[in-house]
């Protein structure tokens, strides 16, 4: 993926996201764009949510969600893997979504005769991308369809829980699983 690309998928989030929004059962608060009032805050803007700048909410995603966390290098590997990656990043942070690739890496590794079992730390790292090299090498280009069906299983399976522990999250069960899951 080069450059355009990324544009592509960090315009589609926001789409999605949409403007502002203060939605009184989101524990994440305010947003704009997708971006949390906290998030914002974390990155050094002041000012008002609903003020939040298009180009400032572009950068993080880029900064925070794509670069941060190794997706670059993943989608050097596995192209639509780091657009899932990113999306459940965005929507869940980027250590759950590692973590859910680092969990689906060890369940698919076929009793570590493939390569060795990763630590699942939240991040993509040198262990990871080698695990992920390995596991495309052994199961070739249907590989990151599989691996990319384990990521989104184990994304829908933390939607339900979320919603089963948190009521209010039922309010956006539906959204989450219509808006993300394939």
Do not use: C
Request: charged share 25%.
């Amino acid at each position: 993926m080069d450059g355009e690309d990324i544009d592509t998928l960090i315009a589609q989030v926001i789409a999605r996201e949409g403007d502002y929004s203060d939605h009184p059962a989101d524990r994440g608060g305010a947003t704009r764009f997708g971006i949390s009032e906290a998030v914002a805050r974390a990155d050094g803007y002041a000012g008002p949510m609903r003020r939040l700048p298009l180009a400032r909410a572009e950068a993080i995603y880029r900064r925070l969600y794509w670069t941060a966390p190794g997706l670059d290098r993943v989608a050097s590997r596995a192209p639509r893997l780091a657009a899932e990656l990113f999306d459940t990043g965005v929507n869940m942070g980027t250590a759950v979504s590692a973590g859910f690739l680092q969990r689906a890496l060890n369940a698919l590794n076929r009793g570590e005769r493939d390569y060795p079992d990763l630590t699942p730390d939240g991040r993509i790292g040198p262990a990871t991308l080698a695990a992920l090299d390995a596991f495309l090498r052994h199961r070739g280009p249907a590989g990151e369809v599989v691996l990319l069906k384990a990521v989104e299983a184990l994304q829908g399976e933390r939607y339900l829980t979320l919603a089963e522990r948190r009521p209010a999250n039922e309010a956006f069960l539906y959204g989450w699983l219509a808006d993300r899951l394939s």
